[in-house]
């Protein structure tokens, strides 16, 4: 069982660049979340997607958007990259609304 | 939105002892959960909690939901060095969305 993969799980990025975050999940579920990890502030959640083909702001949007492209992938995409946006990015799917979420294995991103 | 409040923000303790940290919120919780976060990895589920005053344990950890559906506990018993990691509570908050503490880190020196 593969439960939650991310892709890639390292990158480097030069500022304005962009790139996108891959996620997919095999559990067959409805919801998917995107999360940003820093140093002393916890999983702040970026946006989420509560079913396919409708996406929603978390608690730090800003400089992201998100594509939810079916039941099993929703990806997450920096259109010009910037240093604040060094993070570690986790993708989650909980086994129903609001509840207990798998995790993906994270993906570094460091921007320069 | 609703915030977790976890403490403390770091353990340092020695092996064979326990552990204990919480998680407070201003508002009710109907649900909360544990997670722990390993060096290098995604968060992975500990225990979930469904009742108030609730009590579940799961080998050496025990989680309780408090009473007042406002705040949980998490104890680990004689620990030992791979319970080295982050400590997160979470619990649903508005419409689909999962909120997290900042996180408990927990060295176990040997």
């Known amino acids: 069982n593969a439960g939650v993969t991310q892709t890639p799980k390292f990158q480097v990025l030069k500022t304005g660049q962009s790139m996108t975050l891959q996620c997919a999940q095999d559990?067959?579920?409805?919801?998917m979340y995107w999360y940003r990890q820093d140093p002393g502030m916890g999983l702040r959640l970026i946006y989420y997607?509560?079913?396919?083909?409708?996406?929603d702001k978390g608690e730090v949007p800003n400089g992201y958007n998100v594509s939810r492209l079916n039941k099993r992938e929703f990806s997450l995409r920096l259109e010009s990259a910037a240093p604040s946006q060094t993070s570690v990015y986790f993708c989650a799917s909980p086994y129903d609304a609001g509840t207990e979420a798998f995790f993906g294995q994270g993906t570094r991103l460091t921007v320069v | 939105g609703q915030q977790l409040n976890q403490s403390p923000q770091s353990m340092f303790i020695q092996e064979g002892e326990d552990v204990s940290m919480n998680c407070t919120s201003s508002s009710i919780f109907n649900t909360w959960l544990w997670y722990k976060q390993d060096p290098g990895e995604g968060p992975v589920l500990l225990i979930a909690l469904y009742k108030a005053g609730e009590l579940t344990s799961n080998g050496r950890l025990t989680a309780q939901f408090g009473i007042t559906r406002k705040d949980s506990f998490l104890n680990i018993s004689a620990s030992i060095p791979s319970d080295v990691g982050i400590y997160f509570c979470?619990?649903?908050?508005?419409?689909?969305?999962?909120?997290f503490g900042k996180g408990t880190l927990l060295t176990v020196n040997p």
């Open positions: 997607s509560a079913s396919e083909g409708t996406t």
């Open positions: 559990m067959n579920h409805n919801s």
């Open positions: 979470a619990g649903p908050s508005g419409n689909y969305k999962l909120t």
